[in-house]
DNA sequence: GTCACACGGATCGCATACGATAACCTGTGA
DNA sequence: TCACAGGTTATCGTATGCGATCCGTGTGAC
C-alpha cells in the first residue's frame, strides 16, 4: 500500500498540473489536513519533494505556495530541453524495438488528423507522447527523470502563459518522420542528437518569432 | 535564523558529500534526533529533500539510506554534463567580465602549477572552480542549479568508483585555454557551445579508454 | 536436514497536542 | 497621517503514543 506521504504527493502534483492549484496558489498544511483527513506531517514531507522539483515554493514562518514562472521560463525550458532531448534521442537509438517505431509513426500520423480536426489540445498530448516513447528507451534512468519533470515544467508553465505558433504543427510532424527515419535507418547517435535538438529549437524559434511578431514579450 | 529543517539538510548533505556518509550508509531518524538533540520531524522533512534530489533512498517501512551508484553512472554523468554545461558557457559567453576571464584564466595557470607538483586533488578542484566560475553567469537559474547538483553528483561517484586518465589534465589545460580565446573572441554560441561539450566528452572518453585498457568496465 | 511459518525487535508511519516563533493585519492614539 | 501595540494566523518544532511493516531468527513439522 502507498504510504499516506506518496498520496499526499501525488495528489498535490497532480492539482497543481491539472491547474487546480494555479500560480501562486497557498497551500495551507492545516487546510489540506482537515479537508482530508491526513494528518499535518504527510502534507510537510511531500511539500518538501515539491519543493526540492520546484513546483512549490516554501517559506519559513509564512507557508508553500505553488510556485510561479515568469514568461521567459518557457523558453529556457525549451532551450534546456533540446539539449537533454538530443541525447537521450541519441541514446535511444539503439534500444528502439520495431514496436516502438511503429508506436511512434501510428501517433505521427494521428497528429496529422489531429490538426486537420483543429484539435490542438490532441495535438500536443500526442505530441508529448510521441517523445516519451522514444527517449524512454534511453539507458540512463537519470536523463529520463529529468526529461520528465522538465516536460511537466513545460506544461504548466504552457497553461500559465499560452504560447502558440501557427504553421509550426505543419513542419513539426514532417520533421517527426525525418527523426524517425533516421533512427530506422540506425544513423549515428551525432546525426540523430543534432536532428532532435534542431527540432525541439525551430518550435521555440517559431514560438518567439510569433510572440515578437504580436508584441508579447517572451524573454 | 535558518530552521532546523535547513541545518538538517545541510549537514546530512556535507556528511553525504564529504564522504563521511558513504554509499549505503543507513540513515536512521531516532538516531539522528538522539545524536543531535532534534526532534525527528525535520530529519524526515531534510531526508524527503535529499530524496527528491536524488542522494538518499527511502523504502517505505525500512528506512533511508545513502544512495549507490553503479561505476556506469560517472560516465553517464559527464555525458550529461557535457550537453548541460555546453549550453550554460554559450549562454553566459554575453555575461562574463574581463575579470571572469581574468580568474578563469589564473585558474588555469594555477591548473598547470598543480599538474607541475603532481597535485591531483588540487587539479581537480580548480578544474570546478574554472568551470563554475563560468556557467554560473548563465542567465538561467534552473540551468544553473541542474549543474551545481550534476557537478556534486559527479564528485560523490568518483570518491567511490575512483576513475583516472593519466595525461588527460595536459590536454585539458589547453583546451581550456583554447576555450578562454573563444570566449574573449565572442565566438557564437554554436562554436562556444560545441568546444565547451566537447572538452567535457574529450574527458570521458580519455577515462573510458584507460578503464578499458586496464580491463576495469565502466558502462 | 530442510523448509515453512510464527514470533519479536527495529523502524517507520501517522495522529494528536501543545508551546514558540514569525509574519501579517488592524485599530488606536498622538 | 503615521507609528506602534496587540491580536490573528500560520508555520516550526517538540513530545508522545500506537499501529503497521519489514526482516532476521528460531522453532517445529516433515
Chains 1, 2 share one sequence.
Not at 513546483?55 to 514568461?71: H, L, Y
Not at 520495431?98 to 480536426?117: G, K, Q
Request: hydrophobic share 45%; with cysteine.
Amino acid at each position: 500500500m502507498a504510504t499516506r506521504t506518496d498520496v499526499c504527493y501525488e495528489l498535490l502534483k497532480g492539482r497543481i498540473l491539472d491547474g487546480t492549484y494555479g500560480p501562486g496558489h497557498r497551500l495551507v498544511i492545516d487546510q489540506l489536513g482537515r479537508e482530508h483527513n491526513i494528518s499535518t506531517i504527510p502534507w510537510r514531507e511531500s511539500l518538501r519533494r515539491l519543493e526540492a522539483e520546484g513546483w512549490v515554493e516554501i517559506i519559513p514562518n509564512v507557508g508553500a505556495r505553488v510556485a510561479t514562472f515568469d514568461e521567459g521560463e518557457w523558453a529556457r525550458t525549451m532551450r534546456l530541453l533540446a539539449r537533454l532531448e538530443g541525447l537521450a534521442t541519441a541514446l535511444a537509438s539503439d534500444e528502439l524495438t520495431e514496436a516502438d517505431l511503429a508506436d511512434a509513426r501510428r501517433m505521427n500520423r494521428e497528429m496529422r488528423e489531429a490538426l486537420a480536426d483543429f484539435d490542438p489540445m490532441r495535438f500536443t498530448q500526442l505530441n508529448r507522447q510521441f517523445h516519451t516513447v522514444i527517449f524512454h528507451r534511453a539507458p540512463d534512468k537519470h536523463l529520463i527523470a529529468l526529461l520528465d519533470t522538465e516536460w511537466a515544467r513545460l506544461d504548466f508553465i504552457r497553461r500559465s502563459a499560452f504560447t502558440h505558433a501557427p504553421g509550426r504543427a505543419v513542419e513539426s510532424v514532417a520533421e517527426h518522420e525525418a527523426l524517425l527515419d533516421l533512427l530506422e535507418a540506425h544513423a549515428d547517435a551525432d546525426t540523430i542528437e543534432t536532428a532532435a535538438r534542431q527540432h525541439k529549437l525551430n518550435t521555440l524559434e517559431a514560438v518567439t518569432r510569433h510572440a515578437e511578431a504580436r508584441g508579447t514579450a517572451l524573454a
